[in-house]
């Protein structure tokens, strides 16, 4: 549930930009880093939807899905104070004065991607993963199927 969070967090980010920017203006106008940091976010809120949708299905590669994604909306984040050019402090200092429901939203999809990434590797979940239901044919007991002759 928490990977179902973290990707509507990280999802959030580039929307918000992109319906922020005015009518004239074009996303081939922002630079190639800027770029590469919505892409992060679009990919790591992707990949943690994928990883908690094959989670659900208790598949051991939906933690690996989320553990990915969670290192990817990590890098995301710290790489948006170099995208814009502003010192790490000072982009910091500037969510937290002025940021509003964007500071909110990073700092939520900072834990909850840090939460994410520790839970998916965690041994009780690999191991619930892991676990499968001992399944029974379809023909057991007194119906099964006979090599007698009619």
């Known amino acids: 549930m928490l990977g179902i969070a973290a990707a509507v967090a990280a999802g959030y980010v580039p929307v918000k930009i992109y319906l922020d920017m005015p009518a004239e203006f074009s996303l081939g106008a922002l630079p190639g880093w800027v770029l590469i940091d919505l892409a992060g976010y679009l990919g790591a809120g992707l ?8 989670t659900f299905f208790r598949a051991t590669a939906g933690a690996v899905l989320l553990g990915l994604g969670a290192l990817l909306a990590i890098g995301a984040l710290l790489t948006e104070p170099l995208s814009v050019g502003v010192p790490l402090a000072r982009f910091a200092d500037a969510m937290f004065t002025h940021g509003g429901f964007a500071m909110v939203d990073r700092v939520g999809l900072a834990a909850l991607a840090v939460l ?3 839970l998916a590797f965690v041994p009780p979940t690999l191991r619930y993963l892991r676990y499968r239901t001992p399944t029974l044919g379809m023909w057991t007991g007194q119906e099964a199927y006979s090599t007698r002759s009619w």
């Open 47 to 54: 990949v943690l939807l994928l990883g908690a949708l094959v």
């Open 116 to 118: 994410v990434l520790v």
